[in-house]
């Protein structure tokens, strides 16, 4: 049987805990020079009252030991595995799954196992990741998974906006001279990703035009595949989520939503505030909605 394989990069909500069968792999948040796992350790409320407190947290990526016990399980068990990771540009999570792969299909060749990078984080990985749920669901072979999910991945928008920039800025997600532009100018930035980075691509005057601007992007790159589903994200802004929503189902009668927290991973590098928004931007050979 395929298994799914997500790590911190993703985010989660209620339904999609209850709706899916996953596995996880947890990077750590490291608070004060103590280290916590991700939900095991920590929880995001816990986190975001350390970020209140004014606490600069940090991550580190899952461990070598962790990852090889994860796919031990799976291939004793007989299971394909497909694991969607955070984006290799912002975290060395991927390369480090991608090494134990590399070095434990030496001694297991026949085992299979796919890793696909999500070119980015939050709902882009979550997204993915749902789509490979429900082909799994409806029978659809490893290898058309695995390759739908890898197209998938190259064609996510997604657009973010951030209330302080220092916090991508002192993760080292975002270049110091966009952060202090960002700050001097006081406005709200619009980040997006490119084949290499993070980048503020626009800047908006005023928390309701940065959301305006948020779902006239992610419309005008959906234009040709509106019937789906589109993901919003959130770092302790619920009410705020809960705008870009109501906007996006204005603008866009036939798109479903569902609201989720950013991970705490995601979460202590961009701080409290933030709010993303991800869809395909082109129509998949194969799509199933999940709902």
């Known amino acids: 049987m395929i298994k799914l394989i997500i790590d911190s990069g993703a985010d989660q909500n209620a339904w999609f805990s209850e709706k899916y069968q996953f596995g996880f792999l947890p990077l750590s948040i490291i608070l004060e020079g103590e280290q916590y796992l991700d939900k095991e350790e920590i929880t995001l409320e816990e986190l975001h009252s350390a970020m209140k407190e004014g606490k600069m947290p940090s991550t580190s990526q899952p461990s070598p030991g962790l990852i090889k016990e994860e796919l031990e399980k799976y291939r004793k068990n007989g299971d394909e595995v497909i694991i969607v990771s955070?984006?290799?540009?912002?975290?060395?999570?991927?390369q480090n799954i991608k090494s134990v792969i590399d070095e434990y299909k030496k001694t297991h060749p026949e085992f299979k196992v796919a890793l696909i990078d999500c070119r980015s984080g939050s709902v882009a990985a979550t997204l993915i990741a749902i789509q490979v749920a429900e082909m799994i669901k409806a029978g659809y072979s490893f290898e058309e998974v695995s390759k739908q999910a890898?197209?998938?991945?190259?064609?996510?928008?997604?657009?973010?906006?951030?209330?302080?920039?220092?916090?991508?800025?002192?993760?080292?997600?975002?270049?110091?001279?966009?952060?202090?532009?960002?700050?001097?100018?006081?406005?709200?930035?619009?980040?997006?990703?490119n084949s290499k980075?993070?980048?503020?691509?626009?800047?908006?005057?005023?928390?309701?035009?940065?959301?305006?601007?948020?779902?006239?992007?992610?419309?005008?790159d959906t234009s040709d595949f509106t019937e789906q589903l589109y993901l919003i994200s959130h770092v302790d802004q619920e009410e705020n989520a809960k705008l870009v929503e109501a906007q996006l189902k204005e603008e866009i009668p036939k798109a479903k939503t569902m609201i989720f927290e950013f991970g705490a991973v995601l979460a202590a590098h961009i701080g409290l505030g933030g709010v993303a928004i991800a869809a395909l931007n082109q129509k998949p050979k194969t799509y199933i909605s999940p709902y």
């Open 197 to 220: 980075e993070l980048y503020s691509e626009s800047v908006v005057r005023g928390k309701k035009r940065v959301y305006t601007k948020l779902v006239q992007k992610i419309k005008k």
């Open 86 to 94: 955070i984006w290799k540009e912002i975290s060395g999570t991927y």
């Open 150 to 193: 890898e197209w998938n991945a190259a064609h996510i928008s997604i657009y973010l906006t951030v209330n302080d920039l220092n916090w991508l800025v002192k993760g080292g997600r975002l270049s110091k001279t966009a952060g202090f532009m960002g700050a001097a100018l006081k406005v709200k930035p619009i980040i997006s990703v």
